[in-house]
Nanobody, 124 residues
């Protein structure tokens, strides 16, 4: 599967953005879809994820109550709605897919396919 994240940009603190993850290829046997983010010098951080068959969603502690992940339609695999953005949310955001059911859905290592990231910048 090929993935492409989009929708990033510059927003003021307290604002909102919606990221999209477009997919091409095998989307029928997906086990989970995740959103991660990364800033220079830091490890990639889990933001949100969807268990594909149950549509159960999961969130990182720092975004709970502010971000909402949902399944998309057609060529859009998933959306990440980000509300009440904070400067510390500034990062490159990536979407990723896993086909295996082994391991924690929030674990970076369990995801096989990654899209190019999209930069989100939140100004104070």
């Amino acid at each position: 599967v090929q993935l492409q994240a989009s929708g990033g940009g510059l927003v003021q603190a307290g604002g909102s953005l919606r990221l999209s993850c477009a997919a091409a290829g095998d989307t029928f046997t997906i086990y989970g879809v995740g959103w991660f983010r990364q800033t220079p010098g830091k490890e990639r951080e889990f933001v949100a994820g969807v268990h594909w068959h149950t549509s159960t969603t999961f969130y990182g502690e720092s975004v709970k109550g502010r971000f909402l992940v949902s399944r998309g339609a057609a060529s859009i695999l998933t959306f990440l709605n980000m509300n009440n953005l904070k400067p510390e949310d500034t990062a490159v955001y990536f979407c990723a897919v896993r086909y295996s059911g082994r391991g924690d859905l929030s674990s970076v290592q369990t995801y096989t396919y990654w899209g190019q990231g999209t930069l989100v910048t939140v100004s104070s």
